[in-house]
Structure formats: C-alpha cells, structure tokens
C-alpha cells in the first residue's frame, strides 16, 4: 500500500506473537482455536484515527480476516449509554468518577464485545481503549497513574492490545481542527492547556515504555 500507516500496520501485524491474552480458557480450549487480534488506534480528535480505520478494515477484508470495529466509550447499549452521560456538557462530575465510568464501560465492552470475537478468532478494531484514560484522565484531568493502573487491573487483568497505533500530530493541526470544529467532545476538552497536557503527559509518556504502542 502506498499510505505509509497501513504498510507499518502491515509490518507490525507480522511481528505479532500468538496471542496470550484470553487467559481465562483453559489449555485444550486454547489449542483448538486460532484466536484473532486486538488493535486500538488513540489520539485526540482531528488526528486523523477514522481514516486510517477505514484503510486498515480494508486491509484486513482483502486478507479474508473478519474484524469487529468498535470504540471507546461505548461498544456496547450500556456502553453507549455511559458515553453520553460523559459526554454529556452540561452534567459536571468528579475526575474519579469520570475515571469509574469510563472502566466500568470498558470492563462491559470486554465482556460483551472484545473477548467473545477474539474467542471466535475474529480480530476487534477499536477507537480508543486503556490508553486513552491514562491520557486523558490521567493526563488531562490530573489523576495519579497509579489509581489508574489499578482500576486497568481490576478491570482488564492482563489483558493489553497486541498492538496500538497512537496518531501523534502536530498541535497546530490540533488547534486547527478545533477551531473549525462546531462542538468539541467533552472528552476532547477545547482548553488548550489540557489538550497539551493529555498529548505530552498521557498517552506520549506511556507510549516511550510500552513496545507495544506505535507511534506515528
């Protein structure tokens, strides 16, 4: 492919070691399956995560792979429903309690979503997962990594995406995209302070110590 995202995905994805990740199946179970791959792409909005998306499910259609496109928050009805109450403007809460939410979504989007497709050996594309609440709640809202990593604990065990794509741009394009912007997510607040905050001290530091989080 000439797009070079997709043909690092390429070389990425044939680096991938089996996956170890459905650790609650027992042995025999394991064997008798070819289990399917977990990819998250992060970035702050306008980073350009969605069309790299549609490049990578095309990908993956003319490989024969069947993949499960889903996002964070959300992926599921109660996901869904938690997403716009945290998106939600005019509802005001508590950092913790924006962290709570947002694993609580993220341990039904596990159970609902992630888990069985990877059982079935299909491979689960998703907007955003962990690494977006170290950005941004960490990051952006000043949590402790810390309190964080407990709750990715509890939540996913050991369970980490086989590979991230973490869509690092520019802040000027940044700037550019919320000034054209009509809305800003709440999660995506438009202070500038924060966005740069999230960018630097969220998903930049954790991506330096973890291999498994390209940078692009």
Known sequence: SSNPVVSMFMVKCSELKPNRMLTHLDQATKRKMTPGKFITLE?????????QLAWIIEL????????????????????????????DKSITMHPETEALLMFAARREHLA???????????????????????????????????????????????????????????????DL????????DKGDDNNLELRRETLNRGLGRRAIRDPRLLIL
């Open 60 to 87: 993956l259609q003319r490989a024969g792979l069947t993949a499960v496109v889903t996002r964070e928050p959300g992926g599921t009805p109660l996901g869904e429903q938690l997403r716009a109450l945290l998106l």
């Open 43 to 51: 970035g702050i909005d306008g980073a350009g995560k969605s069309t």
């Open 177 to 184: 995209h919320y000034c054209r912007a009509a809305t800003w």
């Open 112 to 174: 609902k979503v992630i888990l069985p497709a990877l059982a079935q050996g299909r491979w689960v594309i998703s907007d955003r997962f962990a690494d977006a609440s170290f950005a941004y709640q960490g990051g952006g809202r000043g949590l402790a990594s810390d309190k964080l990593a407990v709750l990715e604990q509890w939540t996913q065990g050991a369970l980490q995406p086989d590979l991230t794509l973490y869509f690092d741009v520019p802040e000027v394009i940044i």
